[in-house]
């Protein structure tokens, strides 16, 4: 009994989180000029409309771009962060720790409006840099989560039995380490990029003009009109958000995206 009501309250929440997505994908596959659910007449207009109107086919691109640039860079920094933090013991490690995992408590707003200040001080206010700063500053966290967990599962014996065979420390990192950290590498990529892309608050303070993520397109387009448009372009980003999941899962599979890595690792130990 206890466990058919744990399944019927886990298909209810999930049929929370999904609905309103696919409100949003029915809204926009509407024929006609207006916002109507369920539409009277179906078809395919307003995403046709959205590949050819110019400026969010150009906000699609410079998000595509940023959020690949904020994945490699909180990539990188997330891996090499962790091997600092878990290969080597130093005083105040737990502390640097607790103070990258700062913006996962802090309300973004509160970060937007600190970046925006900061930018201004150093004069960086007209370069996209400044955006993809901002979106690698709240995507960091999460990604270093995942390569704290994928790299504390590394026996660091294996590490030292290359050491001990002469190998040097990059080409340990190199053949060794690397391909070990895989698939977290691969799971922080993936939700650096999707966080990123879907990223609202953080654009609206730290873009530029003539440089404007679709969230924030979004956003100014909802403030002076109310058409299909708006859905079609948030069914745009959801089919994006699937496409990266089903490549992530089809390379390390979804239990590992979730988990860094893990789950994997903890099935070739069981068998």
């Known amino acids: 009994m206890r466990f058919n009501l744990l399944r019927v309250y886990s298909w209810?929440?999930?049929?929370?989180?999904v609905m309103p997505i696919a409100v949003v994908v029915t809204v926009s596959l509407t024929a006609e000029g207006s916002v109507r659910f369920p539409p009277q007449h179906w078809g395919l207009r307003w995403f046709l409309e959205a590949f050819t109107e110019r400026s969010f086919v150009q906000a699609f691109l410079f998000s595509v771009e940023a959020a690949a640039a904020v994945a490699v860079i909180a990539s990188v920094l997330g891996l090499t962060?962790?091997?600092?933090?878990?290969?080597?013991?130093f005083r105040g490690s737990k502390f640097i720790q607790g103070f990258v995992m700062a913006p996962l408590l802090l309300p973004h707003l509160v970060i937007a409006i600190g970046l925006l200040q900061l930018f201004a001080a150093l004069g960086i206010t007209t370069s996209p840099g400044g955006l993809i700063a901002g979106h690698v500053a709240v995507v960091f966290p999460f990604v270093l989560?995942?390569?704290?967990?994928?790299?504390?599962g590394i026996d660091p014996n294996v590490e030292k039995a290359a050491y001990t065979l002469g190998a040097t420390r990059l080409y340990v990192f190199r053949r060794v380490t690397l391909p070990?950290?895989?698939?977290?590498?691969?799971?922080?990529?993936?939700?650096?990029?999707?966080?990123?892309?879907?990223?609202?608050?953080?654009?609206?303070?730290?873009?530029?003009?003539?440089?404007t993520t679709l969230p924030v397109m979004i956003f100014n387009y909802a403030e002076q009109r109310s058409d299909p448009l708006i859905a079609a372009v948030s069914s745009i980003m959801v089919i994006v958000a699937i496409i990266?999941?089903?490549i992530a899962d089809r390379s390390v599979?979804?239990?590992?995206?979730?988990?860094?890595?893990?789950?994997?690792?903890?099935?070739?130990?069981?068998h």
């Open 81 to 89: 962060s962790a091997l600092a933090l878990v290969r080597y013991s």
């Open 253 to 270: 599979g979804l239990l590992n995206l979730l988990s860094g890595g893990q789950v994997g690792e903890l099935n070739e130990l069981n």
């Open 180 to 211: 070990l950290m895989a698939s977290p590498v691969l799971s922080g990529a993936v939700m650096a990029f999707l966080l990123s892309f879907d990223e609202t608050v953080i654009s609206i303070f730290t873009s530029v003009p003539g440089r």
């Open 244 to 246: 990266a999941i089903a």
């Open 145 to 152: 989560r995942l390569s704290l967990g994928g790299l504390a």
């Open 12 to 17: 209810l929440m999930a049929a929370l989180i």
